[in-house]
């Protein structure tokens, strides 16, 4: 019977022409949009892995409760052994001590009078042993002027803070902030650099020293604010996994200062943006088999009158009405199961040249002077390949299903007469 | 040995309101191995009775069995395999399903009935050598003649040597010469595999084949008469 159905789909185009069409077109677009989330959700989690939350992120417990004020004298001591211990302990994650610290910026004149003076957030990164920090931050491209730091005591500033304040390359400056303990402190930097990243929180009025410089600015020896660990590669399900094992190691829920590990999710607005993007991808697939069925009941409504006839002759010969509907359904699913392989081909063509190529978006983005984003990008997934199946196969079954109800309603001699005519 | 027993049966149709009938107190009997034409002006209710007696409709009042099958009794499922085991229809516009072969076509029947492929073959090919259409096997209908595809239409009833054809008037759109040849094989057909034969025509060509003559007038049955008794060897 499944041969015989095959047959007269492939005799018959328009009983399978027009139905491939439109589900081969819904789950191109379906593949598609897939991997263009999965690009963005991709690029979201780098963006936001390399500048602020890690792929994990090893923090005190104090410090998780002020996370979003980024209080450093509530950080990690001991920080030099600690990346030690943590390097032999998961040799595959890779470990940076970052020290976050908001302070005044003071440019005074000749006379060492203040000329002006603004408020920034610092970043105390590990700029010179061979760390990744350059290339985790972006260093290179997001230098607009100057050099970037080649040694102690120089300091990068972003564009935007250094415009607003008169700064000029080479200038000295002043960082004024308070140490670990609560004193004031104050430090002399050379500005070697000024920087663009296009990330609006870090464009507003981030300054770059190197982590030693600030750790003498803040007498913080051989402390850091947080730990960031990353992966080789981003999973998701590691992270949840490396940081309930640590936690169970190393958190004590009677010790303000015990280390606590956050995976990437679990920090800021990830989880919101994140499950944002998986609930906008499920209406998709939703619409597309709301939209496709109902096209396809239509299609299948029309197609099914113009099979009246076959089917009248199908039950004089003795064909009873529910094989009948049933042999629509099975026809529907063939069309869907060939109709999503084409679809999903196709999809998963333009997904992997949006893949390598993306799309350049920087003149529609000039004035957002944005580095980063500039490429939309595409993200090819295992998943991507099965993705199309969902809206495919259920859009033409259901379908199919609901056009076929029709059978049923008519009795048999009303079915077996309009052959007739 | 009755195969059909047909009862004051009458046939209404809603109509508006009211009801129109079709077919008033039929009485017939059919016995196997009849070759029978119903006769009888267009609206007299052929198909009607037809298309009860192939549990593709049924009877409004009275009693209908078909090989012991109460017709208004049947589910639909139970209609469907009354019709797949023992019913072989033939219609007036051949209904050939086009996307099909000729072979294809004739070997639907079997499918559904879940012969194996190679006694399907077997069976097919028999059916087309009776009806001569051997050497079209692999033609669509549209390559067709009207005669030929009425004669495929033939081989698809009788592939699965049924008890009981119904034929509602086979030769109504067939010329002179392709109307004989039609009777002529569904006749031998009768005598070689002793297949009740049912059909429908207002066709003079056709009575000269017929055994039994049954008229229809308004829905009654105006006239049953044996005629050609023994003189069918034409
Ligand atoms: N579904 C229906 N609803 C109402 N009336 C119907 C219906 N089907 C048939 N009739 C009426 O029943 C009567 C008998 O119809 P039937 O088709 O059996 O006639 P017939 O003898 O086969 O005619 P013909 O020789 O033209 O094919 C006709 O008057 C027809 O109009
Ligand atoms: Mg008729």
Known sequence: MLKFLAKGLLRDRTRSFFPILIIASGVMLTVLFFSWINGYAMMLIAENARFETGHVKIVTRAYKELIDQKPYDLGLMNVNERIEVLSSEYPQIYWQPRIYFGNLLDLPDKKGETLSQGEVIGFGVDLFTDSYEQELLNLKEALSNGNLPTKQGEILISQEVAEKIGININDVITLIGSTMYGSMAMHNFTVSGMVRFGIQAMDRGAVIVDIADVRLFLDMEDSASEILGFLPKYNEDTTFEISSIFNKKYTNKDDEFSEIMLPLRTQGQMEFLLATMDQRMGMFIFIFIFVMSLVLWNSGLMNGIRRYGEIGIRLAIGESKGHIYRSLILESLLIGIVATIIGTAIGLIFSYLLQNYGIDMSSMLKDAKVIMSTTMRAQVTPTSYFIGFIPGVFASVIGAMVSGIGIYKRNTAQLFKELEI | ?234
Request: hydrophobic share 40%; with cysteine; net charge neutral.
């Open chain 2, 1 to 234: 040995m009755n195969i059909i027993i047909i009862e004051k049966m009458s046939k209404h149709y809603p109509i508006g309101g009211g009801k129109f009938t079709a077919l008033k107190d039929i009485d017939l009997e059919f016995t196997k191995g009849e070759f029978t034409g119903i006769v009888g002006p267009s609206g007299s209710g052929k198909t009607t009775l037809l298309n009860i007696i192939g549990s593709l409709d049924t009877q409004s009042e009275g009693n209908v069995e078909v090989m012991g099958n109460p017709i208004r009794k049947l589910s639909s499922k139970k209609a469907a395999k009354l019709r797949s085991q023992h019913i072989g229809f033939i219609f007036q516009t051949y209904n050939l399903l086009p996307v099909y072969t000729v072979f294809e076509n004739v070997e639907f029947p079997l499918i559904l009935l879940g012969i194996s492929a190679e006694k399907r073959k077997e069976a097919v090919l028999d059916a087309l050598e009776w009806v001569g259409l051997s050497d079209k096997a692999k033609s669509r209908p549209a390559q067709l003649s009207g005669g030929e595809c009425q004669r495929v239409a033939i081989a698809r009833a009788i592939v699965k040597k049924p008890n009981l054809v119904l034929a509602d008037e086979p030769t109504a759109n067939l010329d002179a010469e392709n109307s004989h040849h039609i009777l002529k094989t569904m006749k031998k057909l009768n005598e070689k595999l002793g297949t009740t034969f049912i059909f429908s025509t207002h066709d003079a060509k056709v009575i000269q084949y017929l055994r039994r003559k049954i008229s229809l007038l308004d829905g009654k049955v105006s006239n049953d008469e044996i005629i050609n008794e023994d003189d069918y060897d034409l």
